[in-house]
């Protein structure tokens, strides 16, 4: 494995026998021709990195979180025509005697590629695949450029995002292809400045800003825009999601040019998130809520399953200065016409414009200018 601007060693761990202790063998790139000085190029993959199929063997202290954990690099790049390949298949592709040692009996679900505070970091043309849990993650890092990969893991992987943003800004994610178990790009809180055009998400959850604001946290997430964006055989198309009883801010996102087809719900603003294993108190009712402004929605169209649009805001504190425009949704069968729901837009202003369809699309509340009031004073800062 060939990386670009420096010598590092890869820690790869093998698959021995269930009855044999964890091996562990050190590679060091120079030793595949990666020079380091600057001048050649140590940049590409193109072979395949495989993670073992499972780790159940493994004494719990030396469980990885991550597979390939990359931090404090400044200028680095990881490109060719391989593939970096977590092999966490499903159960039912697993031999008799492997399933105790799979990830999914094991517990554990490590991310396959994880950037940690670093900057001006390209990843392009490589694929990535069958991550027990996120495939290509960027924490607290700045600068980034991922272009023409491809991402893939079977739809009922579960909690398999396909790249997760978190503290990262300046982002640029374009022509690339993902399929995963849950949300094709998530973007969690402290991020700014992410652009997203030309991606293809094909089964999925669609692009997500959140769940932000989890246990009374602050999120703050701002100027996010995606553009050409096609979604296929998903739960959501193009989502915000934040739990109740969380502070700070989403504001200034665009969804520009989405094709969707064979998805739930196209269209999602959700201030009343909750994952399934949140139950109880944690999904209670709470007067604070994450605030949402400026989310604006333009030639929006193809087909749904279940709703077409669905905006549920906070009663503490409605979305403002939301808009759509051209936006054009139909059945994607009409012998399912009967179970599906009519449009939702509960506290939400805004406007709609242009080719609306259907025409319960354009349920946003009209504010005239006129913010409703919040029923508490913002006490953060983003």
Known sequence: MLIAGAI??????TAPAPA???????????????????????????GDVLAPPGMGYWPKARRPLQW???????????????????????LRSVSPANVSQHWYISGVKPTLIRFYSSFNVSVRNIRI??????????????????KNITISSPGDSLNTDGIHLQNTRDVDIRSSSIGCGDDCISIQTGCSNVHM????????????LGGLGKDNSLACVSDVFAEHINVENALYGVRIKTWQGGKGTVRNVTFSNVRVANVATPIAIDQFYCDAGGGGARCGNRSDAVGITGVAYRRVAGTYTYQPVRLACSDARPCTGVSMADVRLSPASATGAGGLRQPLCWKSYGEAMGMIEPTGIACLQRSNGFVMPLTKPFNYTC
């Open 68 to 90: 390939l954990n990359f931090k404090w690099l400044d200028g680095f790049t990881i490109q060719g025509t391989g593939t970096v390949d977590g092999q966490s298949t499903l």
């Open 8 to 13: 590092l060693c890869l820690v790869a761990s």
């Open 197 to 208: 055009k030309n991606i293809n998400c094909n089964p999925g959850h669609g692009i997500s």
């Open 129 to 146: 695949t069958n991550s027990p849990q996120c495939h290509l993650k960027f924490d607290s890092s700045g600068g980034i450029k991922v």
């Open 20 to 46: 044999l202790s964890a091996g562990r063998t050190t590679f060091s790139v120079s030793s595949f021709g990666a020079a380091g000085n600057g001048i050649a190029d140590d940049s590409e993959i193109d």
